[in-house]
């Protein structure tokens, strides 16, 4: 059942409840207005008759002058005997049961056991209340004591007049009832459809994107409501997914582009290396040294394609960092590895992030300085400023039309073909600062060398751990 068949009928069933509830009700009020206003008409004509005013027997109208239900066993629409007179009856019973016709309609009603125990025994003014069904009509009948042995006064009143009226009403209460949950199934309906009818382009589009895999598609849903910002989200999501695919994409085509080259190089010496024994010494030590540098080659770049991979994933809980500790950390490995002198200078800035993404791209930056700058001696410098990590070195600078693109993956400046890497370092540390709020960037010196650093967004800084100026150790 559809969402929008639920709410029309939500809404038919709804109406049909109210309507149902206000029915009932309004029938029962009726009714027991009606039975009110009768129990005071027969307690009026009770005291009149006491009082020997027998006039009020013809007080009231008669009946209608038309047999609508045929209970004198005439046919419907002929005149009624019943109407020919007052409405009301009055007889009076002794104590032994006798009944004696005072006035008004001549009827004969029985008298029951409670009837004949007032009429003996009852106290001056006690009552008793009951309707009488004579198949000719119904009566209500109220009988009073008269006291002191004088028996019991009945004063009945026809109220078929009233039980036609109530029935009219139960009808019409019937009949409104139906016709209000009809209309409210027809609103109910229409509301739904304007409610759901940008859910159900929603609904399309995600089934259109689930059935051809095509995520590159535009919500056709506007609003700021519930479905509004829904379908706004929806937009959001598929333009992420279709960005990260397109990402995804690019790096495996990149990836096997670079791969080809030391693929393709360790294929050609291994099948050189079928002829082993026909080469000279020199030339195996060529060989072996090849393969060798190619094998070191292929293992760095699948390290840098995981540490790539790894700089994009988020599941690394985001925890206080302070930059210096793992600023340290990284400097530490590349001292180790170059035997370069590295000093650091920070301001004890701490963020909120990633801690395992930003010592990568620290220790990125770190190897790339040294490897541009292999033959240097001069310090490279690390500096941390309000949240910005910077590494500054000696080297020969990077060109201005190469400036644009070092943070591209795999790519290579025409200086930096010769050495080592596979041009995934800077972009990594790219992603970690794209991934922390922030940005890369990278300058020339006025002094030469260059400087490569990355920032994290602004709301990200945390109060420094320790105040005062920065702090410099190599």
Do not use: C
């Amino acid at each position: 059942m559809s969402l929008r068949t639920r709410l029309a009928l939500a809404f038919a069933l709804v109406a049909a409840v109210v309507a149902g509830l206000v029915g009932v009700l309004s029938y029962h009020s009726a009714g027991e207005r009606t039975t009110d206003e009768t129990d005071r008409s027969l307690a009026s004509a009770t005291t009149a008759l006491i009082r020997g005013q027998t006039a009020v027997l013809s007080a009231l109208p008669p009946s209608p002058p038309v047999d609508r239900d045929g209970l004198d066993g005439d046919e419907p629409g002929r005149p009624d005997p019943r109407a020919e007179g007052p409405t009301l009856t009055a007889l009076r019973v002794a104590p032994d049961g006798a009944v004696t016709f005072v006035g008004g309609r001549r009827v004969t009603l029985p008298v029951d056991e409670p009837t004949r125990l007032l009429a003996s025994s009852g106290a001056a003014g006690q009552t008793s209340t009951t309707e009488i069904d004579l198949g000719r009509g119904a009566y209500r009948v109220l009988t009073t004591a008269l006291g002191s042995g004088r028996g019991a006064l009945q004063v009945a009143i026809d109220i078929d007049q009233s039980r036609r009226v109530l029935a009219g009403l139960a009808a019409e209460v019937a009949l409104i009832s139906v016709a209000v949950t009809a209309v409210a199934a027809g609103v109910g309906w229409w509301l739904a459809r304007r409610i759901t009818r940008r859910l159900v382009r929603l609904t399309a589009t995600a089934e259109e994107i689930a059935d051809h895999g095509q995520i590159d598609v535009a919500v056709p849903v506007a609003g700021r409501d519930e479905v509004g910002r829904l379908a706004g989200s929806f937009t959001t999501m598929l333009a992420r997914l279709a960005a990260a695919r397109d990402a995804q994409d690019r790096l495996v085509q990149d990836a096997a582009h670079e791969l080809r080259t030391p693929l393709t190089s360790l294929r050609t010496n291994t099948s050189v290396l079928r002829r082993l024994a026909e080469l000279s010494p020199e030339a195996q030590d060529r060989l072996v040294a090849d393969v060798q540098g190619e094998t070191r080659e292929l293992s760095h770049l699948v390290d840098e394609l995981v540490e790539l991979a790894l700089s994009r994933q988020s599941e690394e809980p985001e925890e206080d960092v302070a930059l210096a500790e793992v600023a340290d950390r990284a400097a530490e490995r590349v001292r180790r590895r170059s035997g370069r002198r590295i000093t650091l200078e920070d301001d004890g800035s701490r963020v909120r992030g990633r801690r395992g993404a930003l010592e990568r791209a620290i220790g990125n930056l770190l190897e790339n300085a040294v490897k541009f700058d292999a033959d240097g001696t001069a310090d490279v410098f690390l500096r941390i400023r309000r949240g910005t990590t910077t590494v500054t070195d000696q080297g020969p600078g990077i060109a201005p039309g190469d400036a644009a693109r070092v943070f591209d993956r795999f790519y290579r400046a025409d200086s930096a073909r010769g050495l080592p890497g596979s041009g995934l370092g800077l972009a990594i540390v790219h992603d970690v600062a794209e991934g922390h709020g922030g940005s890369a960037f990278v300058s020339t010196p006025s002094g030469g060398g260059t400087t490569v650093g990355f920032s994290v967004a602004a709301d990200r800084v945390l109060p420094a751990a320790r105040a005062g100026g920065a702090a410099s150790r190599a």
